[in-house]
């Protein structure tokens, strides 16, 4: 895996897939930016052996499969092909997850409900009736409840929003994909690193788009911290799980591009990222990074992800996603946090 290869440019470039075959992929010019939130962590005196001796443990063992990541929605390049490809997943293959660009009809994706756009395309229609939670089985009552209100699966929603959302993108969002950068040179400290990467989405008129990143390092400290402008009509900030308000978004210092080249700079290809049902966040990131570990799949035992939330409280012992310190929805860094712990227990527990 390790090439001696400087930052490429934006053009096509050959490099070496998982098979070490030779394949056409695109990857980001890199540009510098104004940093402003970029924090860079002190060095630490690392237990430089004990590190190495994990990375080696998650590299060999943990890492999600070529195959994994096609199943599991990730985004990828096929051989020989510079646009990039997201398949269906057995949660969302009955579902139409991609738009052309005369389609005026969204579905949902907090009501279920099938809406039209207004006459310009710039506003969703109608009140958004629904449960901010999903149903899951309930083992009192053997039947699906929504964790929000109690109510039984198919009763009226309780929470009202002015707008309908959607999480359905463009097709032509697949060509904005691009690949981490290689490493620079066999000694890129870049390629030894782990980090837990967690996203906020907000909702917009052309679809879900990030809100805010936040990268931790392997002791859980935070690195990275980017709030992202979409720079497209804001439906909805998701407020009660994204934490960000509407205000937040609008004032956000950075756009995709620049959240990602922050990333750049910590991260290249042969990075471990660890995150929950980490192809969101991929997929928001506009980006195909192929060495992760994802703590949705690592501790699947049913047919369902269990949620982060849920295996915090079992492995971990503690209460996320709702006595976090501004209480008004997810904390990305609290999140991120929690999924390199989890790893940290499962290499603890299992090696
Ligand atoms: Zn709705
Ligand atoms: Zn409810």
Redesign the pocket.
Known sequence: MFRNCAIESSSSIKVENQQGQEDDQTTEEMVETNSPNFVYVPERRLDLENYFNIYTIISTHLLLSMQDLINWGFPFFRKGSRVANIRPTVYNKDKKIWLKREDKMRNCCRCDLEFKLSKNGKKSLGECV????RAIFDLRTCTPI??????KFGEA???SAKLHVFDQLFLNELEKIVMTPFENGLFDPKSLSIFGIDCEMVYTIAGPAIGRMTVVNWYGELVLDVRVNPNVKLLDANTQFSGLTSEDVKSAPDCLKSCRQKLFKLINRNSILVGHSLECDLTALRLSHIRVVDTSILFQTTKHKPSLKKLAQEYLGKSIQSDNKNNIGHDSEEDARTCIELLQHYVKNNF
């Open positions: 629904h449960h901010p939670y929504h964790p929000c209100c109690g109510k929603g309780c929470k």
